[in-house]
Nanobody
Framework: QVQLVESGGGLVQAGGSLRLSCAAS????????MGWYRQAPGKQRELVAD???????NYADSVKGRFTISRDNAKNTVSLQMNSLKPEDTAVYYC?????????WGQGTQVTVSS
């Protein structure tokens, strides 16, 4: 069973930066998309950003220009650089990996942005 482990969350002041990383417990084959989602209290989980194996990226409008997603195909890792953080970015952030056969989720890491 593959496990995804997120790291890098924490508490930061508005305007600050954090970098989230996600690593798989073992090599995953046939990865289609790797991405980050978030869920704030009382809200539905939403896509933040995702990236294909070819490097095509997709961002939520609310984070465009502030967040950057990247992946290392050899290491099966995906990262999210978050700059100019806002209080509304506060949420639990989840890593997701979609293959041709499976859909994996991490346990989540808390990001809290204080005003």
């Amino acid at each position: 069973q593959v496990q995804l482990v997120e790291s890098g969350g924490g508490l930061v002041q508005a305007g600050g930066s954090l970098r989230l990383s996600c690593a798989a417990s073992r090599i995953i084959f046939s990865i289609n998309v790797m991405g980050w989602y978030r869920q704030a209290p009382g809200k539905q989980r939403e896509l933040v950003a995702d990236i294909t194996g070819g490097g095509s990226t997709n961002y939520a409008d609310s984070v465009k220009g502030r967040f950057t997603i990247s992946r290392d195909n050899a290491k099966n890792t995906v990262s999210l650089q978050m700059n100019s953080l806002k209080p509304e970015d506060t949420a639990v952030y989840y890593c997701r990996v979609i293959t041709g056969f499976a859909d994996y989720w991490g346990q989540g890491t808390q990001v809290t942005v204080s005003s």
